[in-house]
């Protein structure tokens, strides 16, 4: 069964800061991985979607890599601002199905 | 952002009742999905359809059915809620391969089952 997890549960850190969000998987057979955004109340927001080919994807100031032999995903946040404030989550969905796997999130904040 | 609507949007229910989910698109979408989300267990797949008629369990299905009668609609049924169903439901779009297969949410929906 694929586990999906992200370290830290909760980050802080000072505007302008640059950061890296974590993703790790159990089982690196994936079709794809997908960042997403959500604010307090809503529903998810699609950042970045890198298929299993691919090793990152770019928009701008954020960039999201992926080592599928060491079920890894990285979130790279440049200059955060205040507004970049909201949980992170990654999902991989499966090489067969579509039983997608989140992990529970980072939740950041940016202080001003 | 992707056209997707959940219905009701809160409601409020009691143990036994009966309750039912309505998500609809107007991206003709082919795969909808319904997932929800609880404190400390993310987001975890309920049902996914990948066409009219064409439904699919997913990681947490007990207690729930699925119904999709047309591409924009898909239902998502509580025969008898219970209070462990408490939850936020969301909804969620995609068009794979050869498109992006990225997935798109709607607002979700906060039910409470007393």
């Known amino acids: 069964k694929q586990e999906v997890t992200q370290i830290p549960a909760a980050l802080s850190v000072p505007e302008g800061e640059n950061l890296v969000l974590n993703c790790s998987f159990t089982?690196?057979?994936?079709?794809?991985l997908q960042w997403f955004r959500q604010d307090p109340g809503k529903g998810l927001t699609s950042l970045l979607l890198i298929q299993s080919s691919q090793r990152e994807q770019t928009s701008g100031r954020l960039n999201a890599s992926l080592d599928k032999s060491s079920g890894r995903s990285t979130l790279y946040i440049a200059a955060s601002q205040p507004g970049d404030s909201a949980t992170y989550l990654c999902a991989v969905r499966p090489l067969w199905g579509n039983d997608m796997r989140f992990g529970a999130g980072t939740r950041l904040t940016v202080k001003p | 952002d992707a056209g997707i609507t959940q219905s009701p949007r809160h409601k409020v229910t009691e143990t036994g009742t009966p309750v039912t989910l309505r998500c609809h698109q107007t991206?003709?979408?082919?795969?909808m999905y319904w997932y929800r989300q609880d404190p400390g267990h993310g987001l975890r797949l309920i049902h996914y359809s990948y066409g009219v008629k064409d439904t699919d369990k997913g990681e947490v299905s007990d207690g729930y059915s699925v119904s999709r009668s047309k591409t924009e609609d898909f239902l998502l049924t509580l025969e008898s809620a219970t209070s462990s169903q408490t939850s936020v439901y969301f909804c969620?779009?995609?068009?794979?391969?050869?498109?992006?297969?990225?997935?798109?949410f709607g607002p979700g929906t906060r039910l409470t089952v007393l």
């Open positions: 089982d690196s057979a994936i079709y794809n």
């Open positions: 969620a779009i995609s068009e794979p391969f050869p498109r992006t297969d990225t997935q798109y």
């Open positions: 991206e003709n979408h082919r795969y």
